[in-house]
């Protein structure tokens, strides 16, 4: 099996160039990096997460479904997530919490995809003096089809 592109995942790397709550402001975009969706990575992130199901691993198969080939499992939208924003991304400071997020898929991320991101936050304020974000975030294929959507809450740290 090739070997799949990796992105960062030492969140601490680059910890000191993220912005803090006070930083961010809504409706600014998110630097965002084009990533191309690999077999290898979907395969991968199957492995990763137990996910056995042949359309995601055996063409013949795939070719006779209604996908008429492979496609990746909807939850990629997390490597995706990772994959398109650079290490200095507000997203991944460390002691970040997830309050809560959904999602709608549209289309599914095929191999060989040049996936992008278009992502911002949308707001933020203080509740039980916590510092929450609300955010948005959206895939496209290279054909400007949007992949999947979703908007989540996060807990940043102080």
Request: aromatic share 12%; proline share 8%; hydrophobic share 35%.
């Amino acid at each position: 099996m090739a070997q799949a592109k990796a992105f960062e995942t030492d969140f601490w790397k680059d910890a000191n160039l993220r912005k803090v709550w006070d930083d961010i402001v809504p409706g600014e975009p998110r630097k965002t990096i084009p990533y191309v969706l690999t077999k290898e990575a979907i395969e991968l992130y199957c492995r990763s997460v137990g996910e056995t199901h042949p359309l995601y691993f055996d063409e013949a198969y795939a070719r006779t479904t209604p996908y008429g080939g492979l496609i990746a499992p909807p939850s990629i939208h997390i490597l995706l997530m990772f994959s398109c924003t650079p290490a200095d991304d507000w997203m991944r400071t460390p002691g970040t919490v997830n309050a809560g997020q959904s999602w709608s898929y549209n289309k599914p991320a095929r191999p060989g995809d040049t996936i992008t991101l278009q992502a911002r936050a949308l707001d933020k304020f203080i509740k039980r003096e916590r510092l929450f974000v609300v955010h948005d975030n959206v895939f496209f294929n290279q054909h400007g089809d949007v992949i999947c959507s979703g908007r989540g809450h996060t807990i940043r740290p102080m």
